[in-house]
């Protein structure tokens, strides 16, 4: 487990599900001609602020885009954005049709959850999104237990920092550091973990006791996750020239601490799965030393928790925790 990022939101187009209706005969784009296609392409824009990372979010291309874009404005008899050398810019329209057209967007989504609710066997593609130190060493080990156990079961892995919304289907489960506190969510405590200093054994060994931060080279989070707490505590208290390593990226912090490069502040079960040894600090440093705590909750929308195939990842994930030694939530 990691410390609690900074939840950044993010947003992604839903499938096509075709016309809702077709355009009136005058042309103007009345309630029953509204095209889902047309909604897609105002949030697609809103997002992505350019023709072309609109495209990508709707797997098309930028001139598709402009070409529905247009269709789009010339129905309305309005312009939604202006054109600019960088991107396009949402006009006081574009901004104003901007909540109907996501709650249009919630409802479509909702139609298919209800839909997927009629499965019976666990089958399919379950979509789970996790911090990386999370999918790395609590999902990845255990995949080959899961897959035997269902066989006809498909996994799309997102490790990222950034938080999928679940009510807008971006993923089927979750593992977060943080509980959410709004949405139609179900959610599981799987336990909690302290973050302790760690290195190589053969680091460890020749740091000893460690009697001030400053005797041990470091390695923390790069400027993009400077927010999380492990990263605060290194650029408060530990001396800038005693860091030798920053980035944002786990898997490449455990590789440094592996080779010797220095020692670096996680999870004990992270460090342990490593095999990383934690650094033994003096007792007056002991005594300076943050209480660095961590929890991982596992997140589902109410409407897929009984979706067979969701829910038999959901008690696999639940029963790999209680296996590992978290402290899973009764």
């Known amino acids: 487990m990691q410390n609690t990022p900074r939840p950044r939101a993010r947003r992604r187009v839903p499938g096509d599900l075709g016309a809702v209706g077709s355009p009136s005969r005058s042309g103007s784009l009345s309630a029953p001609g509204l095209r889902w296609d047309d909604v897609r392409v105002l949030l ?102 899961l897959l035997a156990r269902y066989p006809r079961l498909r996994l799309t892995l997102d490790a990222s920092v950034a938080y999928a919304d679940l009510t807008r289907r971006e993923a089927d489960l979750a593992l977060r550091s943080v509980r959410p506190t709004s949405g139609d969510l179900l959610v599981r405590k799987l336990g909690e973990g302290t973050g302790a200093i760690h290195a190589s054994p053969a680091y460890a060994a020749e740091l000893g006791r460690l009697r001030t931060l400053g005797d041990a080279r470091w390695i923390t989070w790069g400027d993009d996750l400077a927010h999380l707490e492990a990263a605060r505590f290194v650029s408060e208290r530990v001396p800038a020239d005693a860091v030798h390593v920053r980035t944002s990226h786990i898997g490449t912090q455990l590789a440094a601490a592996r080779a010797g490069v220095g020692v670096v502040l996680v999870d004990r079960a992270v460090g342990r799965a490593n095999g990383l040894t934690e650094v033994s600090p003096a007792p007056a440093l002991q005594r300076e030393l943050p209480h660095l705590r961590s929890e991982l909750w596992l997140v589902v929308h109410r409407a897929l928790r009984g979706v067979p195939r969701v829910a038999a990842v959901w008690e696999f994930l639940v029963e790999e925790a209680t296996r590992l030694g978290y402290a899973p939530e009764h």
């Open 44 to 145: 697609a824009l809103l997002a992505g602020r350019s023709l072309s990372r609109a495209g990508a979010l709707l797997g098309v291309n930028a001139s598709t885009v402009s070409r529905r874009l247009e269709a789009l404005e010339g129905a309305l008899r309005a312009r939604l954005f202006d054109r600019t050398p960088d991107g396009v810019l949402p006009t006081a329209l574009a901004e104003t049709l901007a909540p109907h057209a996501e709650s249009m967007e919630r409802s479509v989504a909702g139609l298919a959850l209800a839909a997927e609710g009629r499965e019976v066997a666990v089958e399919g593609e379950v979509r789970l999104t996790a911090l990386p130190g999370g999918m790395e060493y609590l999902v990845a080990p255990a995949l080959p237990r």
